[in-house]
Nanobody, 122 residues
Framework: QVQLVVSGGGLVQSGGSLRLSCAASGSIWSISLMGWYRQAPGKQREVIATVTTGTTTTYADSVKGRFTISRDSAKNTVYLQMNNLKPEDTAVYYC????????????????WGQGTQVTVSS
């Protein structure tokens, strides 16, 4: 059984920084894509950053230049460093990983961490 646990988040003033972590545990054979999503009130969940096993990263335009995603594959952990936070970054943040639990598994499954609230005050 695979579990993703998110830490970090909280309340910060505009211009401040926060760091989120998401660690996977359990029966894991391999993790391909890791990513962070967020969902603001009344809006759909959106992807904001992803990182591959080769550490290639992608970012949503809204966070490019301010957020940095990174991964520690040895620890099955993904991080999101958020700098110069703005009130519009206020949302519940989720991590996502595509995980194979056995070498025989052809396609990876999506796993989600619990959401963590990030609130940026103006």
């Amino acid at each position: 059984q695979v579990q993703l646990v998110v830490s970090g988040g909280g309340l910060v003033q505009s211009g401040g920084s926060l760091r989120l972590s998401c660690a996977a545990s359990g029966s894991i054979w391999s993790i391909s894509l890791m990513g962070w999503y967020r969902q603001a009130p009344g809006k759909q969940r959106e992807v904001i950053a992803t990182v591959t096993t080769g550490t290639t990263t992608t970012y949503a335009d809204s966070v490019k230049g301010r957020f940095t995603i990174s991964r520690d594959s040895a620890k099955n952990t993904v991080y999101l460093q958020m700098n110069n936070l703005k009130p519009e970054d206020t949302a519940v943040y989720y991590c996502n990983m595509r995980i194979r639990v056995a070498i025989s598994q052809r396609d990876a499954d999506d796993y989600w961490g619990q959401g963590t609230q990030v609130t940026v005050s103006s």
